[in-house]
């Protein structure tokens, strides 16, 4: 048996320990008359997902498996575990479906996503193609019906283009995905990787999440928070001033690649998990530096 908690009535939240990392990549199992799994976290922590649904409602019982977008901390797992949820359909954002249903493509996600995320790419894991008769594409407006509660789809792009985020009609919760950024130890950090981010994009989903009145957050990584206004303004400071200070790093340094390791070399250790390596650490500030490099140009 492995840990839930429940972080909205009826919505379990397991942690996948993805990277060896606790409290850091979330999945979540919606309990309904047609119940949900949403995210699915990496290839190679579908196990703890699959432990959570046996607990709380069965892996037969299963309708839906919906990532909140195709990276692959939180859509790696979509094609394992659809071959362990006989009667499940997976719900894939529609820029993201042919990503995760055409094998060629799901290799092409695989190759991008170990390019960005250069030393941690081990960790990663891969992914496995869904069949298409097995999942559906959706788009901003549409609604994932569990019967007993309904998961609004609303279009959040600016991490990625692919990426949707979720308000649970009988709780009033969004599943933020990675939209208001990572959530970990109650400190908030960016998520800026290659080659999608956009800061305009960003910022306007943010305000299309107010606008939602959630009465909470939920956050794959990690948890959730229910001071929501504070908690976006927090995130869309946290994005412009770290925009301005890659522009900066830029302009002072010889090139793009000296301006990355400044970035790095100033990066605050400190406001990272306890359980987080010298190499994680450094790999996600490069990588979200790199990010940001691709959107100015």
């Known amino acids: 048996m492995v840990d839930t908690e429940e972080v909205a009535e009826d919505v379990y939240m397991v942690d996948t320990l993805s990277y060896g990392h606790k409290r850091h990549t979330a999945a979540f199992v919606v309990d309904a008359e047609r119940p949900a799994v949403v995210e699915t976290g990496l290839s190679t922590t579908v196990d703890r997902v699959l432990e959570a649904v046996?607990?709380?409602?069965?892996?037969?019982?299963?309708?839906?498996?919906?990532?909140?977008?195709?990276?692959?901390?939180?859509?790696?797992?979509?094609?394992?575990?659809?071959?362990?949820?006989?009667?499940?359909?997976?719900?894939?954002?529609?820029?993201?479906?042919?990503?995760?249903?055409?094998?060629?493509?799901?290799?092409?996600?695989?190759?991008?996503?170990?390019?960005?995320?250069?030393?941690?790419?081990?960790?990663?894991g891969g992914a496995r193609a869904v069949d298409p008769e097995r999942a559906q594409a959706v788009e901003d407006g549409d609604t994932v019906d569990l019967g007993s509660r309904g998961l609004a789809v609303v279009d959040a792009p600016g991490h990625a283009p692919h990426q949707f985020v979720l308000q649970d009609s009988r709780t009033d919760a969004v599943f933020a995905a990675d939209a208001a950024g990572m959530y970990l130890q109650e400190t908030l950090h960016r998520t800026t990787p290659p080659p999608n981010f956009d800061l305009e994009d960003s910022v306007e989903t943010l305000r299309s999440i107010r606008e939602l009145e959630p009465s909470k957050l939920i956050y794959t990584h990690y948890g959730a928070r229910d001071d929501v206004d504070a908690a976006l303004d927090e995130y869309e400071n946290t994005l412009q001033n770290w925009v301005k200070q890659v522009k900066q790093a830029v302009a002072e340094e010889d090139d793009r690649d000296a301006a990355v390791e400044a970035l790095v070399e100033d990066a605050d250790f400190s406001r990272y998990p306890a359980d987080w390596t010298e190499v994680d650490v450094r790999e996600t500030v490069r990588m979200d530096a790199e990010g940001v490099l691709l959107y100015l140009d």
């Open 54 to 124: 046996e607990d709380v409602v069965g892996r037969d019982a299963v309708e839906y498996v919906v990532p909140t977008h195709v990276h692959l901390d939180h859509a790696g797992g979509a094609g394992y575990l659809m071959q362990e949820l006989p009667n499940a359909s997976l719900v894939v954002h529609e820029n993201g479906h042919p990503y995760l249903t055409e094998p060629k493509k799901t290799e092409k996600l695989v190759e991008s996503v170990r390019r960005a995320v250069g030393e941690l790419a081990d960790e990663y």
